[in-house]
């Protein structure tokens, strides 16, 4: 009764995901210990993180009944299960809310920002743009107003400060969603693309996923050069009393980036302005303030610091 109930309860939570067991090789078999997937895991993803981790074992049973010996297995799984969950981080205080209570405060400016829609899952962490703009109240007095996502083909300068096309699986776009987006830019509003979660990468580690199709879009619209490291003076970096001289990376992140503290931006310049700028290490779960081993990207303060600077500038006029 329970299988079938609590299948019927995810279905309801999460109609756009679906409960699929974890294979062999997945990270919940050897997060810390490496076990034999004698406990079979199931999980249910939005392509960024998991939001259940379900197994049809009694592993309580053994944890009560203290089968250490014979059945090993239940508590090393469980170990993995906290391990591949907070990303080797470790528990928050008790208490600890990852949300942060809104201050009353009078705002001293306001930028529109707007997730934009598109055939693939464009809203994977739909409170990551709301906790950001509490964020963006307390500490810069300035209101993030977030629009409904929108169709592309709706966008305008005027009414969009800053457009967010962020995605999890290839992003595919239609000509004329292509050329909405290219005379926004062009009409002095902002985009920014995120790969939510940060890069993914197929078995002979070459990019995929959205990450590289959005590569590919830019290089369509732009040309192949036109997307750049953005440099470290670049005014999103320089933004007065917020600017940043470093940032953090996720436990993940660094073994393959190695010891660098400076951020990756990438922009495509228009009149010296950075008009879009794109990041293939995540920013949208750090906007969130998750803590997990599956996203690879900016640590939580540092993807805030980052948008946050992106939108203080674009709310001025783009900068240089």
Do not use: C
Request: aromatic share 8%; hydrophobic share 40%.
């Amino acid at each position: 009764g329970f299988r079938e109930g609590i299948r019927k309860l995810y279905q309801r939570l999460f109609p756009d995901y679906e409960l699929t067991i974890a294979g062999p090789n997945h990270k919940l078999y050897s997060a810390y210990f490496k076990v034999t997937p004698r406990v079979k895991f199931h999980v249910l993803s939005n392509g960024v993180r998991p939001l259940a981790i379900h197994t049809d074992q009694d592993l309580p049973l053994d944890w009560q009944v203290r089968r250490y010996a014979s059945r090993r297995s239940a508590f090393e799984a469980a170990a993995n299960v906290f391990m591949y969950v907070t990303g080797l981080s470790g528990l928050r205080p008790r208490g600890t809310s990852l949300w942060p209570a809104r201050k009353t405060q009078a705002a001293t400016a306001t930028v529109k920002v707007a997730r934009l829609k598109h055939s693939g899952n464009y809203d994977p962490e739909p409170l990551a743009l709301k906790r950001f703009a509490l964020l963006m109240n307390n500490e810069t007095q300035t209101k993030v107003e977030l629009l409904e996502p929108m169709e592309i083909t709706d966008l305008s300068p005027g009414e969009v400060q800053v457009a967010v096309l962020t995605g999890v699986g290839r992003l595919s776009l239609s000509d004329e969603q292509k050329e909405s987006l290219k005379a926004y830019v062009a009409g002095g509003g902002t985009l920014v693309i995120d790969a939510v979660g940060g890069p993914r990468l197929d078995a002979d580690h070459r990019l995929t996923g959205f990450a590289a199709s959005a590569e590919d879009l830019l290089k369509e619209l732009y040309g192949t050069s036109a997307l750049r490291p953005l440099k470290s003076d670049s005014a999103v970096y320089r933004v007065s009393g917020m600017e940043i001289e470093k940032v953090r990376y996720r436990r993940i992140t660094r073994p393959r980036l190695g010891k660098t503290t400076e951020p990756r931006l990438r922009a495509v310049l228009i009149d010296d302005r950075p008009a879009v700028l794109y990041s293939r290490e995540d920013i949208t779960a750090g906007l969130l303030g998750l803590e997990t081993s599956t996203i690879d990207g900016y640590e939580p303060r540092s993807a805030f610091e980052i948008m946050r600077n992106i939108v203080l500038l674009a709310g001025k006029g783009g900068g240089s």
